[in-house]
């Protein structure tokens, strides 16, 4: 599937900043809304509906932000190229092509290789207003790189590096190479109770909840948003 052109690529960047203004109520209405709110409503009445119940965004805000997905990108999806490049505006002082594309896979659910409105709703729902175990669920899964149920050390150490990698050295400029193993070391050590090599869903969570400071470094989407 073709990617969005660079118009939808920008919008898209306005698209997230203007996320947290909406959460925080600062990103008003317009003039135009309450026809704008009408006319959503009737090109989609049951899909905001559906969103209205699996999510935690009222109606009005999954108005807005549908709002603002269609109108930046009309096409209703975004590729992993078009994600990327979102990520690399964000962090030019470094790399977040592997972050992005680590990140990309979390949102697309479906494994279509795009990310529809939907996805990208849930995946916010749960991230910035999910209960504490449903945001440890989903960062587990961005973690399990090939979805088996597991996070084993190679997978922790390639998030870990890819993090540090779209940090850049501006934000560490004295990081040394050996430092994201030494992390994932520690991670490891704490979370791999049973010492069989990997992390389980519920090793997991249990060592976010017993650490806070594991559980603030596991919290990474939240940090980057």
Wanted: glycine residues 6%; charged residues 25%; contains cysteine.
């Amino acid at each position: 599937m073709a990617g969005c052109p660079s118009r939808c690529r920008d919008g898209l960047v306005k698209l997230i900043q203007s996320i947290q203004r909406l959460l925080t109520g600062t990103l008003a209405k317009d003039k135009g809304e309450d026809e704008l709110e009408m006319t959503m409503v009737s090109h989609r009445p049951e899909g905001l509906q559906q969103l209205e119940a699996q999510t935690n965004f009222s109606r009005q805000e999954l108005q807005i932000l549908y709002r603002g997905f269609k109108n930046e990108c009309p096409s209703g999806v975004v590729n992993e190229d078009t994600f990327k490049h979102i990520y690399a505006q964000f962090f030019p002082h470094g790399d977040a092509s592997t972050y992005a594309h680590y990140l990309f896979n979390a949102f697309d659910t479906t494994n279509n290789g795009s990310i529809k409105f939907e996805d990208f709703v849930m995946g916010l729902s749960t991230l910035l207003r999910g209960t504490l175990r449903d945001k440890l669920e989903w960062t587990f899964h961005l973690y399990d790189i090939n979805r088996d149920g597991y996070i084993n050390r190679e997978e922790m150490t390639e998030i870990v590096r890819a993090i540090y990698d779209m940090m850049g050295k501006y934000t560490y400029p004295a990081l040394k190479g050996d430092v994201p193993q030494q992390h994932v070391d520690a991670f490891f050590q704490k979370m791999d109770k049973n010492k069989d090599g990997v992390v389980t869903l519920e090793e997991f969570i249990v060592a976010c909840q017993e650490d806070e400071m594991m559980m603030s470094s596991m919290q990474l989407f939240e940090n980057v948003m």
